[in-house]
Each structure stands twice: as C-alpha cells, then as structure tokens.
C-alpha cells in the first residue's frame, strides 16, 4: 500500500489558486480545498457520503489547501523549499496573512475518502453540472450537458466561485460557433464548458505544463466536438488569432497584465470574460479596462469573488 505525504496550508482564501498551483509544481498528485462556504452551502441530497462530513474539520476563518506527495519525493530541503514559495506569495498583490503548514502520513484508501468527501457533482447553470470522473451520476434533465472532470488533476475543479462565476458568464454571451482563448486554462473546464455551449474553435494556453497535460486528460474525458487547440504560453505572448471571447480565471493582478493584448485579439465587439478577483480589486481592474477602452457589460459576484464581463467597442460605438 502507498503512504502518502499530506501537507495541509490553512490560508487566506485570496492565496487558495496560488497556494494550490506551489503543490502541484512542487509535485502534489492532487489537491483539494477545506472551505467553511462548502460545508454551509453543500445540498441535502444526491452525495451518498454527505451525512458524514464532519464540521470541525472545516475552518471558521480562511481555507485549508491540502497537497499530497509520495515519500519519496520529500527531499531534506523540501519544506524549506516550501515556505519559501509561500513567503514569496507575499510580494505578489496577494494580501497574505499568517499561515500555518502542518503534515501526515495518509494510506492509499484514506487519500480516496477525502476526495468522495470534498469533491461532488455542482450544478453550476441550469443546463450544465461539472461531474467528478468517479461519481455516477445520473442526468436530472434531457437538456442538462456533463462536464466530467479528473478530481487528481486539480488544476481547477469548477467549485470554485471563480469557475463558477465565468461559466454562468459564458453561456450569458455565447451564441455558437465562435473562437476562444481560454487563458490560464488549468483544469479545462471552461474549455469544455465553452465546447458544450456551442464554440466552434476553442485555443487553451497555460504556462504550466502540467495544468496543460491535465487539460488534455480532462476535455478527453469529455465527448466534445470543437476544434481544440491545448498548448504552453505566457498568457497571450504572440497570439494572433482573432477571437470573439477571451476569458481568464487568474489572479487579478495578471488580469491587468492581460488587458492590452486582449483588446489587441478580440474583434470588435468582442468579450473579456475575468476572473480571480475578489471584490476589494474590482475597482482597480474596472480602471484598467476603461482605460484601455472596454466596454462594462456586467459585473457578477459570489462570496467574495466577482467576474468581469467587458466588450471591445465597435465601429459603431467609436462613432457615437
């Protein structure tokens, strides 16, 4: 049987992405989130394992982000290594506040309860439910669309706010057949998500080759029509494609970063779907965007967090 290494970082929720990215680059198989909002918000029905959930293992303040390494990749300088990346979190735009790290031991079958318990099937629109590869899950409607993801590849499992937030974001805008750049794509779920609503060519990029492989396993898990592309890239560095959407769930200071060069890909009248933001940064993406031209279309908000939906003015509107 494999013993695995669990290391549980108890942060603030703005550093959860960040915080999961540093385990899974340092090697983490998967990892998972503990969230106090998950265990108030989880449904009553439909998650055989719910009635076990035990509420003192969720925190009354911040997240728990728990990676899980093989013992052999716990080298002497490992959690050294570790608090380094975290400290460095702290030049960021991130307002990172004390953290602790602790660690165990875990067996195979113990690694296995966790993700039952913290990983379920979320109806995130009225036509499309993000499912866990394992779970079987039964449709509720004709019209509702699956979209199957490997919880061990948790480059974004969609129970985030964020993913939750630009999915709903996407099916308010598209209409089918259209071309999207789905940057810091993670997991792939808004590129499945986005295949599922009808996007004719969808172009993923990441620059962690790792989220890029568990894209690829992922929107393989998914019976999808749309011409995809999955590749490694900083951001939209030398991308010339045209694109009706360009969506981002990123941290917000990357956001801002992004801004230019998706005025410079989209067409006209096309979308700038961002993500990553909490509500004390909105103002200041909201700046960025007016002073690269945007248009506000909306602006979403769950818990703590926002999406940004922005339009690139047409010709017409440069008229006016």
């Not at 969609?158 to 057949?177: F, S, V």
């Not at 962690?208 to 592309?229: G, H, R, S, W």
């Not at 909105?282 to 926002?306: P, S, T, Y």
């Amino acid at each position: 049987m494999t013993v695995w290494k669990e290391y549980r970082i108890h942060i603030n929720k703005e550093a959860e992405e960040s915080v999961s990215e540093i385990l899974i680059n340092l090697g983490s198989a998967g990892v998972n989130i503990v969230d106090r909002a998950d265990f108030e918000t989880l449904p009553e029905y439909g998650f055989d394992t719910l009635w076990e959930l035990n509420e003192e293992k969720f925190p009354s303040e911040g997240v728990i982000v728990n990676g899980y390494f093989d013992l052999e990749q716990i080298t002497p300088d490992f959690e050294k290594n570790l608090h380094q990346k975290l400290e460095q979190l702290k030049e960021m735009t991130l307002d990172i506040e004390d953290y602790t790290v602790e660690s165990n031991e875990i067996a195979d079958s113990d690694w296995n309860e966790n993700w039952k318990e913290f990983y379920h099937s979320v109806q995130v629109t009225r036509y499309l439910t993000i499912v866990p590869e394992w779970e079987d899950y039964q449709n509720k409607r004709p019209d509702e669309q699956l979209i199957v993801l490997d919880p061990g590849l948790a480059f974004g499992t969609g129970t985030h706010p964020t993913t939750q937030l630009c999915i709903q974001a996407l099916e308010t805008i598209l209409r089918g057949d259209e071309v999207i750049l789905d940057v810091g794509t993670g997991s792939g779920v808004l590129t499945i998500a986005s295949s599922l609503l009808g996007a004719k060519e969808i172009y993923a990029y990441d620059l962690d080759e790792m989220a890029v492989q568990a894209a690829k396993n992922n929107i393989a898990l998914n019976d999808l029509t749309t011409e995809i592309t999955v590749k490694e890239n900083n951001l939209l560095k030398d991308v010339t494609i045209e694109a009706d959407v360009v969506v981002a769930n990123i941290l917000a200071g990357i956001v801002m970063e992004l801004i230019p060069d998706a005025m410079k890909v989209l067409k006209p009248g096309g979308f700038f779907v961002s993500s990553g933001i909490i509500t004390e940064q909105q103002e200041q993406v909201l700046g960025a965007l007016e002073a690269e031209g945007f248009k506000l279309v909306q602006i979403n908000q769950m818990k703590d967090w926002v999406v940004i939906v922005a339009q690139k003015p047409t010709a017409a509107d440069t008229l006016n």
